[in-house]
């Protein structure tokens, strides 16, 4: 009999899912008069406006675009301070971003409209279609000395939905959490974030493959260049170079137009220069690990599916407008109701913890701890971040989007993140 109920409750819980995400298909973005909406105080977003104000004021950032959409509706867009401080060029509300791991979302969205043709089972190998990830290894030791290692068989292999959902023991060079797997990565040449060398996804995957995986896969979250992977076997399932699937599939159906891999000499105009403080001044962030014009110069050949794309606050808000509607938008249906409610299910289990986060296919997750902690959404509130500090989260009990781009690296005293989601959620009246 528990068997039975804990199966209904499921099932329940499914349907539930899909009925949330297909509330309204037809919604599309567009300005609310004077800043209101039916279900959200407008005085309360001009507390907002007042706080990302003093956080200028005080410092804690160069520049900044914000946006919020409530049932579809602008409520607020305003763009604060300097896309580039040094030039003084200020702050406009079609500012081009780095979106970085934001791009892990648009990625994973392109797998499942491929999933949805029946090219594929997520449970398949990866190694299915990319033989090189055949046989995977596990680390087992490592020599500081030559960064050599020791590994030993793993006893189960990658499969597409633990590239999905940071599962599948792959790491992410420069910047994991182990300075082991940094130096292995490194030795083997592994871009694993931005360049502007003529590097193809094909050739860094292929290299990626023959590496250890910090542990076998299934068993634990680990953040990862599964992304990466995962654009390389799009191009392999739909037959087109990554970028031309996005553009073709995705943004052009949606009406992303400033939203791509490498931008135009006037798109190039309006991207914002990253930040960082020195001496208490923002200045330009140099060179370093990666080049930050990578998106506007070089040989422009690299589509890192993990963290790659360039975009806006409004393109970017109607990517997730179409999640709300249940994978529609536009008049165009990239994803069925059923199929983004599976996007939206806790894939990893207890993987991450009770800090008040699920992952899903594409997100992460607000659970019923996230909601009781507060200032962070409904239950099922999808989110994620980038790496030079770009947020976002829908809720699709409240039919609400929040988005906040900026462009910063290092310590900032940056409090605007944490304060603009809670103080949207404060807003609204429903």
Not at 97 to 126: C, H, N, Y
Not at 265 to 292: C, M, N
Not at 319 to 330: I, P, S, T
Not at 339 to 365: E, S, W
């Amino acid at each position: 009999m528990k068997i039975k109920f804990s199966l209904f409750t499921a099932c329940l819980a499914f349907l539930v899912g899909i009925a949330v995400f297909a509330q309204n298909p037809s919604i599309v973005l567009t300005p609310a008069g004077n800043q209101s909406a039916d279900g959200i105080s407008v005085e309360r977003i001009h507390r907002i406006d007042q706080m990302l104000a003093e956080a200028l004021t005080s410092n804690q950032v160069p520049g900044l675009v914000a946006l919020v959409v409530k049932d579809g509706q602008i409520v607020y867009h305003e763009a604060k301070g300097m896309a580039d401080v040094a030039t003084g060029e200020k702050m406009a509300k079609d500012q081009i971003f780095r979106i970085a791991s934001q791009t892990k979302a648009i990625t994973s969205t392109a797998v499942m409209m491929l999933w949805e043709e029946g090219k594929f089972q997520l449970d398949d190998p990866i190694s299915k279609y990319i033989p090189e990830f055949a046989n995977p290894q596990i680390l087992t030791g490592f020599r500081y000395q030559d960064s050599t290692f020791s590994a030993r068989p793993s006893p189960r292999e990658i499969t597409i939905r633990h590239l999905l959902t940071h599962t599948s023991g792959l790491g992410y060079g420069m910047i994991d959490g182990n300075e082991q797997m940094k130096m292995i990565y490194q030795k083997a040449g592994i871009v694993d974030l931005f360049t502007t060398e003529p590097v193809r996804i094909s050739d860094n995957i292929k290299k990626l493959a023959k590496l250890p995986l910090h542990h076998e896969p299934g068993t634990k979250y680990t953040y990862s260049e599964g992304l990466d992977v995962l654009g390389y076997f799009i191009e392999i399932i739909s037959g087109m170079p990554f970028d031309q699937f996005l553009k073709s599939r995705i943004f052009e159906p949606l009406g992303m137009k400033d939203t791509g891999f490498y931008l135009s000499d006037s798109q190039g105009e309006r991207l914002v220069t990253i930040h960082h403080k020195v001496d208490g001044k923002w200045v330009a962030f140099p060179e370093t690990f990666y080049d930050p014009d990578y998106p506007k110069q070089g040989a422009k050949t690299f589509f890192s599916g993990g963290a790659g794309l360039s975009s806006t606050a409004e393109d970017y808000a109607k990517f997730l407008q179409m999640y709300l509607n249940g994978g529609a938008y536009n008049g165009k249906r990239l994803l069925s109701p059923s199929t983004i409610a599976a996007i939206m299910r806790n894939q990893v289990g207890d993987l991450l913890g009770n800090g008040g986060k699920d992952y899903g296919l594409a997100f992460g997750l607000v659970d019923e701890n996230g909601v009781a902690k507060g200032g962070i959404g409904s239950l099922g509130t999808f989110d994620w971040g980038g790496y030079f500090n770009t947020q976002y989260f829908a809720d699709p009990v409240t039919n609400t989007i929040g988005i906040i781009m900026k462009q910063t690296q290092g310590s900032t005293g940056d409090q605007t993140g944490w304060k603009f989601r809670q103080m949207v959620f404060s807003a609204l009246e429903e």
